[in-house]
């Protein structure tokens, strides 16, 4: 039974920073990606990367300021996933998910099998 559960949202100041964590479980390969969906818009790739920990990819919105990586691993079926925020502005303001398909990496949020409930990140003064 694969789980993501996210954690790490919060409310921040334009140009700090937050760090995001999934915990994936029930899976041995595939591809892990952050997805955002501001109120009223389409959800939106943001970063993934394979189960091993790379390649990674970013959307040209986040490049430069976020980072993917693969954190700590209990076993083979479980693995924690961050997302590194540095330099946010108003414009990153979403609630993030955790998505999880087995295959390559897509920017194409219905092709992912597995989601998060999502973690809420606010970027206010």
């Known amino acids: 039974q694969v789980q993501l559960v996210e954690s790490g949202g919060g409310l921040v100041q334009p140009g700090g920073s937050l760090r995001l964590s999934c915990a994936a479980s029930g899976r041995t390969s595939g591809t892990l990606a952050w997805f955002r969906q501001a109120p009223g818009k389409e959800r939106l790739f943001v970063a993934a990367?394979?189960?091993?920990?790379?390649?990674?990819?970013?959307?040209?919105s986040v490049r430069g300021r976020f980072t993917i990586s693969r954190g700590s691993a209990k076993n083979a079926t479980y693995l924690e996933m961050k997302l590194q925020m540095n330099n946010l502005n108003p414009q990153d303001t979403a609630v993030y998910y955790c998505?999880?398909?087995?295959?390559?990496?897509?920017?194409?949020?219905?092709?992912?099998?597995?989601w998060g409930q999502g973690t809420q990140v606010t970027v206010s003064s």
């Open positions: 998505a999880l398909r087995e295959g390559t990496e897509t920017y194409v949020p219905t092709s992912y099998d597995y």
């Open positions: 990367m394979r189960w091993r920990g790379s390649p990674t990819y970013y959307a040209d």
